[in-house]
């Protein structure tokens, strides 16, 4: 229940090829034939988990569309990984009894691809009609099975302006998981950069208000931004991703290893004004491709680095999954110690990021100031369990 998922993370690109053709993919130029063997991805699997690695990621293309996703994820469960994260457009999910069967192999989180609120529009940007109602009944079916739910958000000219919208519709239908991506200009996003591109400077004021939207629905920690440069987010400057290790390795379809945290820098650089930075050591500064379409307009040095103070939610209560997972442990048992929560946290899919007890305390600690849940000290011990306020509410969540 930490606010931040820890351990070290193996993620594997299962292949290329994939059933959507996104305006803004990165990988347009890759070669869609190229597809990881399952002898393969059986042997980086288990060499992870002997390595000490504590959670499995897959990502494509599209990995729900090989053949043998269920074994592949049914693998990764039987070798001890009991945190698996897939990252996915969502079609596939439209079918119920797929999403029990990846949910039996062992999936624990699921990471879509959502651009947008507006059908249309994100059919569009897939390239596939009907995209948009079918990532949303996968959704849908996935919170039935309480699986976690996250999504990406990438930035484009359709949609920055927008992101508090966007936000707040998948707030509503159960995401409280998000990442904003600012695109690399490569692949099919080179190519449509005049269509689809827009500036950081420009996407600033609007990645401040979609952060405001989060801090609003008692979730400050529940977004990040990914391939933003902190001094584009002034005051909440922490919330961008790379200032701290990534602890991740990617392995690639022809078993090509990366370790994020010492290729971080490789597409890199920095300009003049980024050595008055006060974050100058942390920021890997900005992306080559991106200053050779917009140049250096908008950067400025960081004189401090902004930390928000939790705000309280002044509206409608939403849960991150690591609250959710407290709740629905108290709603297995009327009341439990932080003991009693970490062991029966290791039975509930929703979060599976439990790791000592200043985890439960942190989430117990978020509740009672939402007045979910009550707090006892005895025998040296904190007790937890369900306020009476949760009954008004418990619809929601």
Not at 66 to 75: A, G, Q, T, V, W
Not at 193 to 201: F, I, N, T, Y
């Amino acid at each position: 229940m930490a606010k931040k998922e820890g351990g070290k993370c193996y993620e594997l690109i299962l292949n290329y090829n994939c059933n959507a053709r996104c305006l803004f993919c990165s990988q347009g130029d890759f070669d869609k034939s190229r597809n990881a063997p399952f002898e393969a991805i059986a042997r980086n699997i288990y060499n992870a988990r002997k390595s000490g690695y504590t959670r499995l990621g897959f990502t494509g293309g599209e990995p729900l569309i090989r053949p043998d996703i269920l074994k592949i994820i049914s693998l990764g469960k039987s070798v001890g990984f009991d945190f698996i994260r897939i990252q996915t457009n969502g079609i596939k999910l439209a079918d119920p009894a797929f999403c029990r069967q990846l949910v039996k192999a062992g999936l624990t989180f699921c990471k879509f691809s959502f651009t947008t609120d507006n059908a249309a529009e994100h059919d569009r940007l897939i390239g596939v009609p009907g995209a948009f109602k079918k990532a949303l009944a996968g959704l849908a079916n996935l919170r039935k099975l309480k699986v976690r739910v996250g999504t990406n958000i990438l930035v484009n000219r359709l949609n920055y302006k927008r992101l508090p919208e966007i936000i707040t519709f998948y707030l509503e239908r159960g995401i409280t998981n998000f990442v904003i991506i600012y695109p690399v200009y490569i692949g099919a996003m080179a190519d449509n950069a005049k269509k689809l591109g827009v500036s950081l400077r420009d996407c600033a004021p609007h990645f401040l208000e979609a952060v405001k939207t989060m801090e609003a629905a008692g979730l400050p920690g529940e977004i990040l931004f990914l391939n933003t440069p902190p001094c584009f987010l002034k005051g909440r400057e922490n919330l961008a991703i790379g200032l701290d290790v990534f602890n991740t390795v990617v392995t690639d379809p022809d078993g090509n290893s990366t370790d994020l945290d010492l290729n971080a820098t490789a597409s890199k650089m920095k300009g003049p004004l980024c050595r008055r930075c006060a974050l100058g050591k942390k920021c890997r500064g900005a992306d080559k491709h991106y200053v050779d379409l917009f140049g250096w307009e908008g950067f400025e040095p960081v004189c401090k680095a902004g930390v928000k103070e939790d705000a309280p939610s002044t509206g409608r209560l939403f849960l991150s999954d690591n609250d959710r997972c407290l709740v629905e442990i108290l709603r297995l048992k009327k009341e439990v110690s932080t003991k009693e929560a970490l062991r029966l946290s290791k039975k509930i899919v929703l979060c599976r990021d439990c790791s000592d007890g200043n985890a439960v305390m942190n989430s117990a600690t978020r509740l009672v100031q939402k007045g979910l849940v009550k707090s006892c000290f005895r025998n040296g011990m904190y007790y937890w369990s369900l306020a009476k306020s949760y009954a008004r509410i418990k619809k929601w969540l």
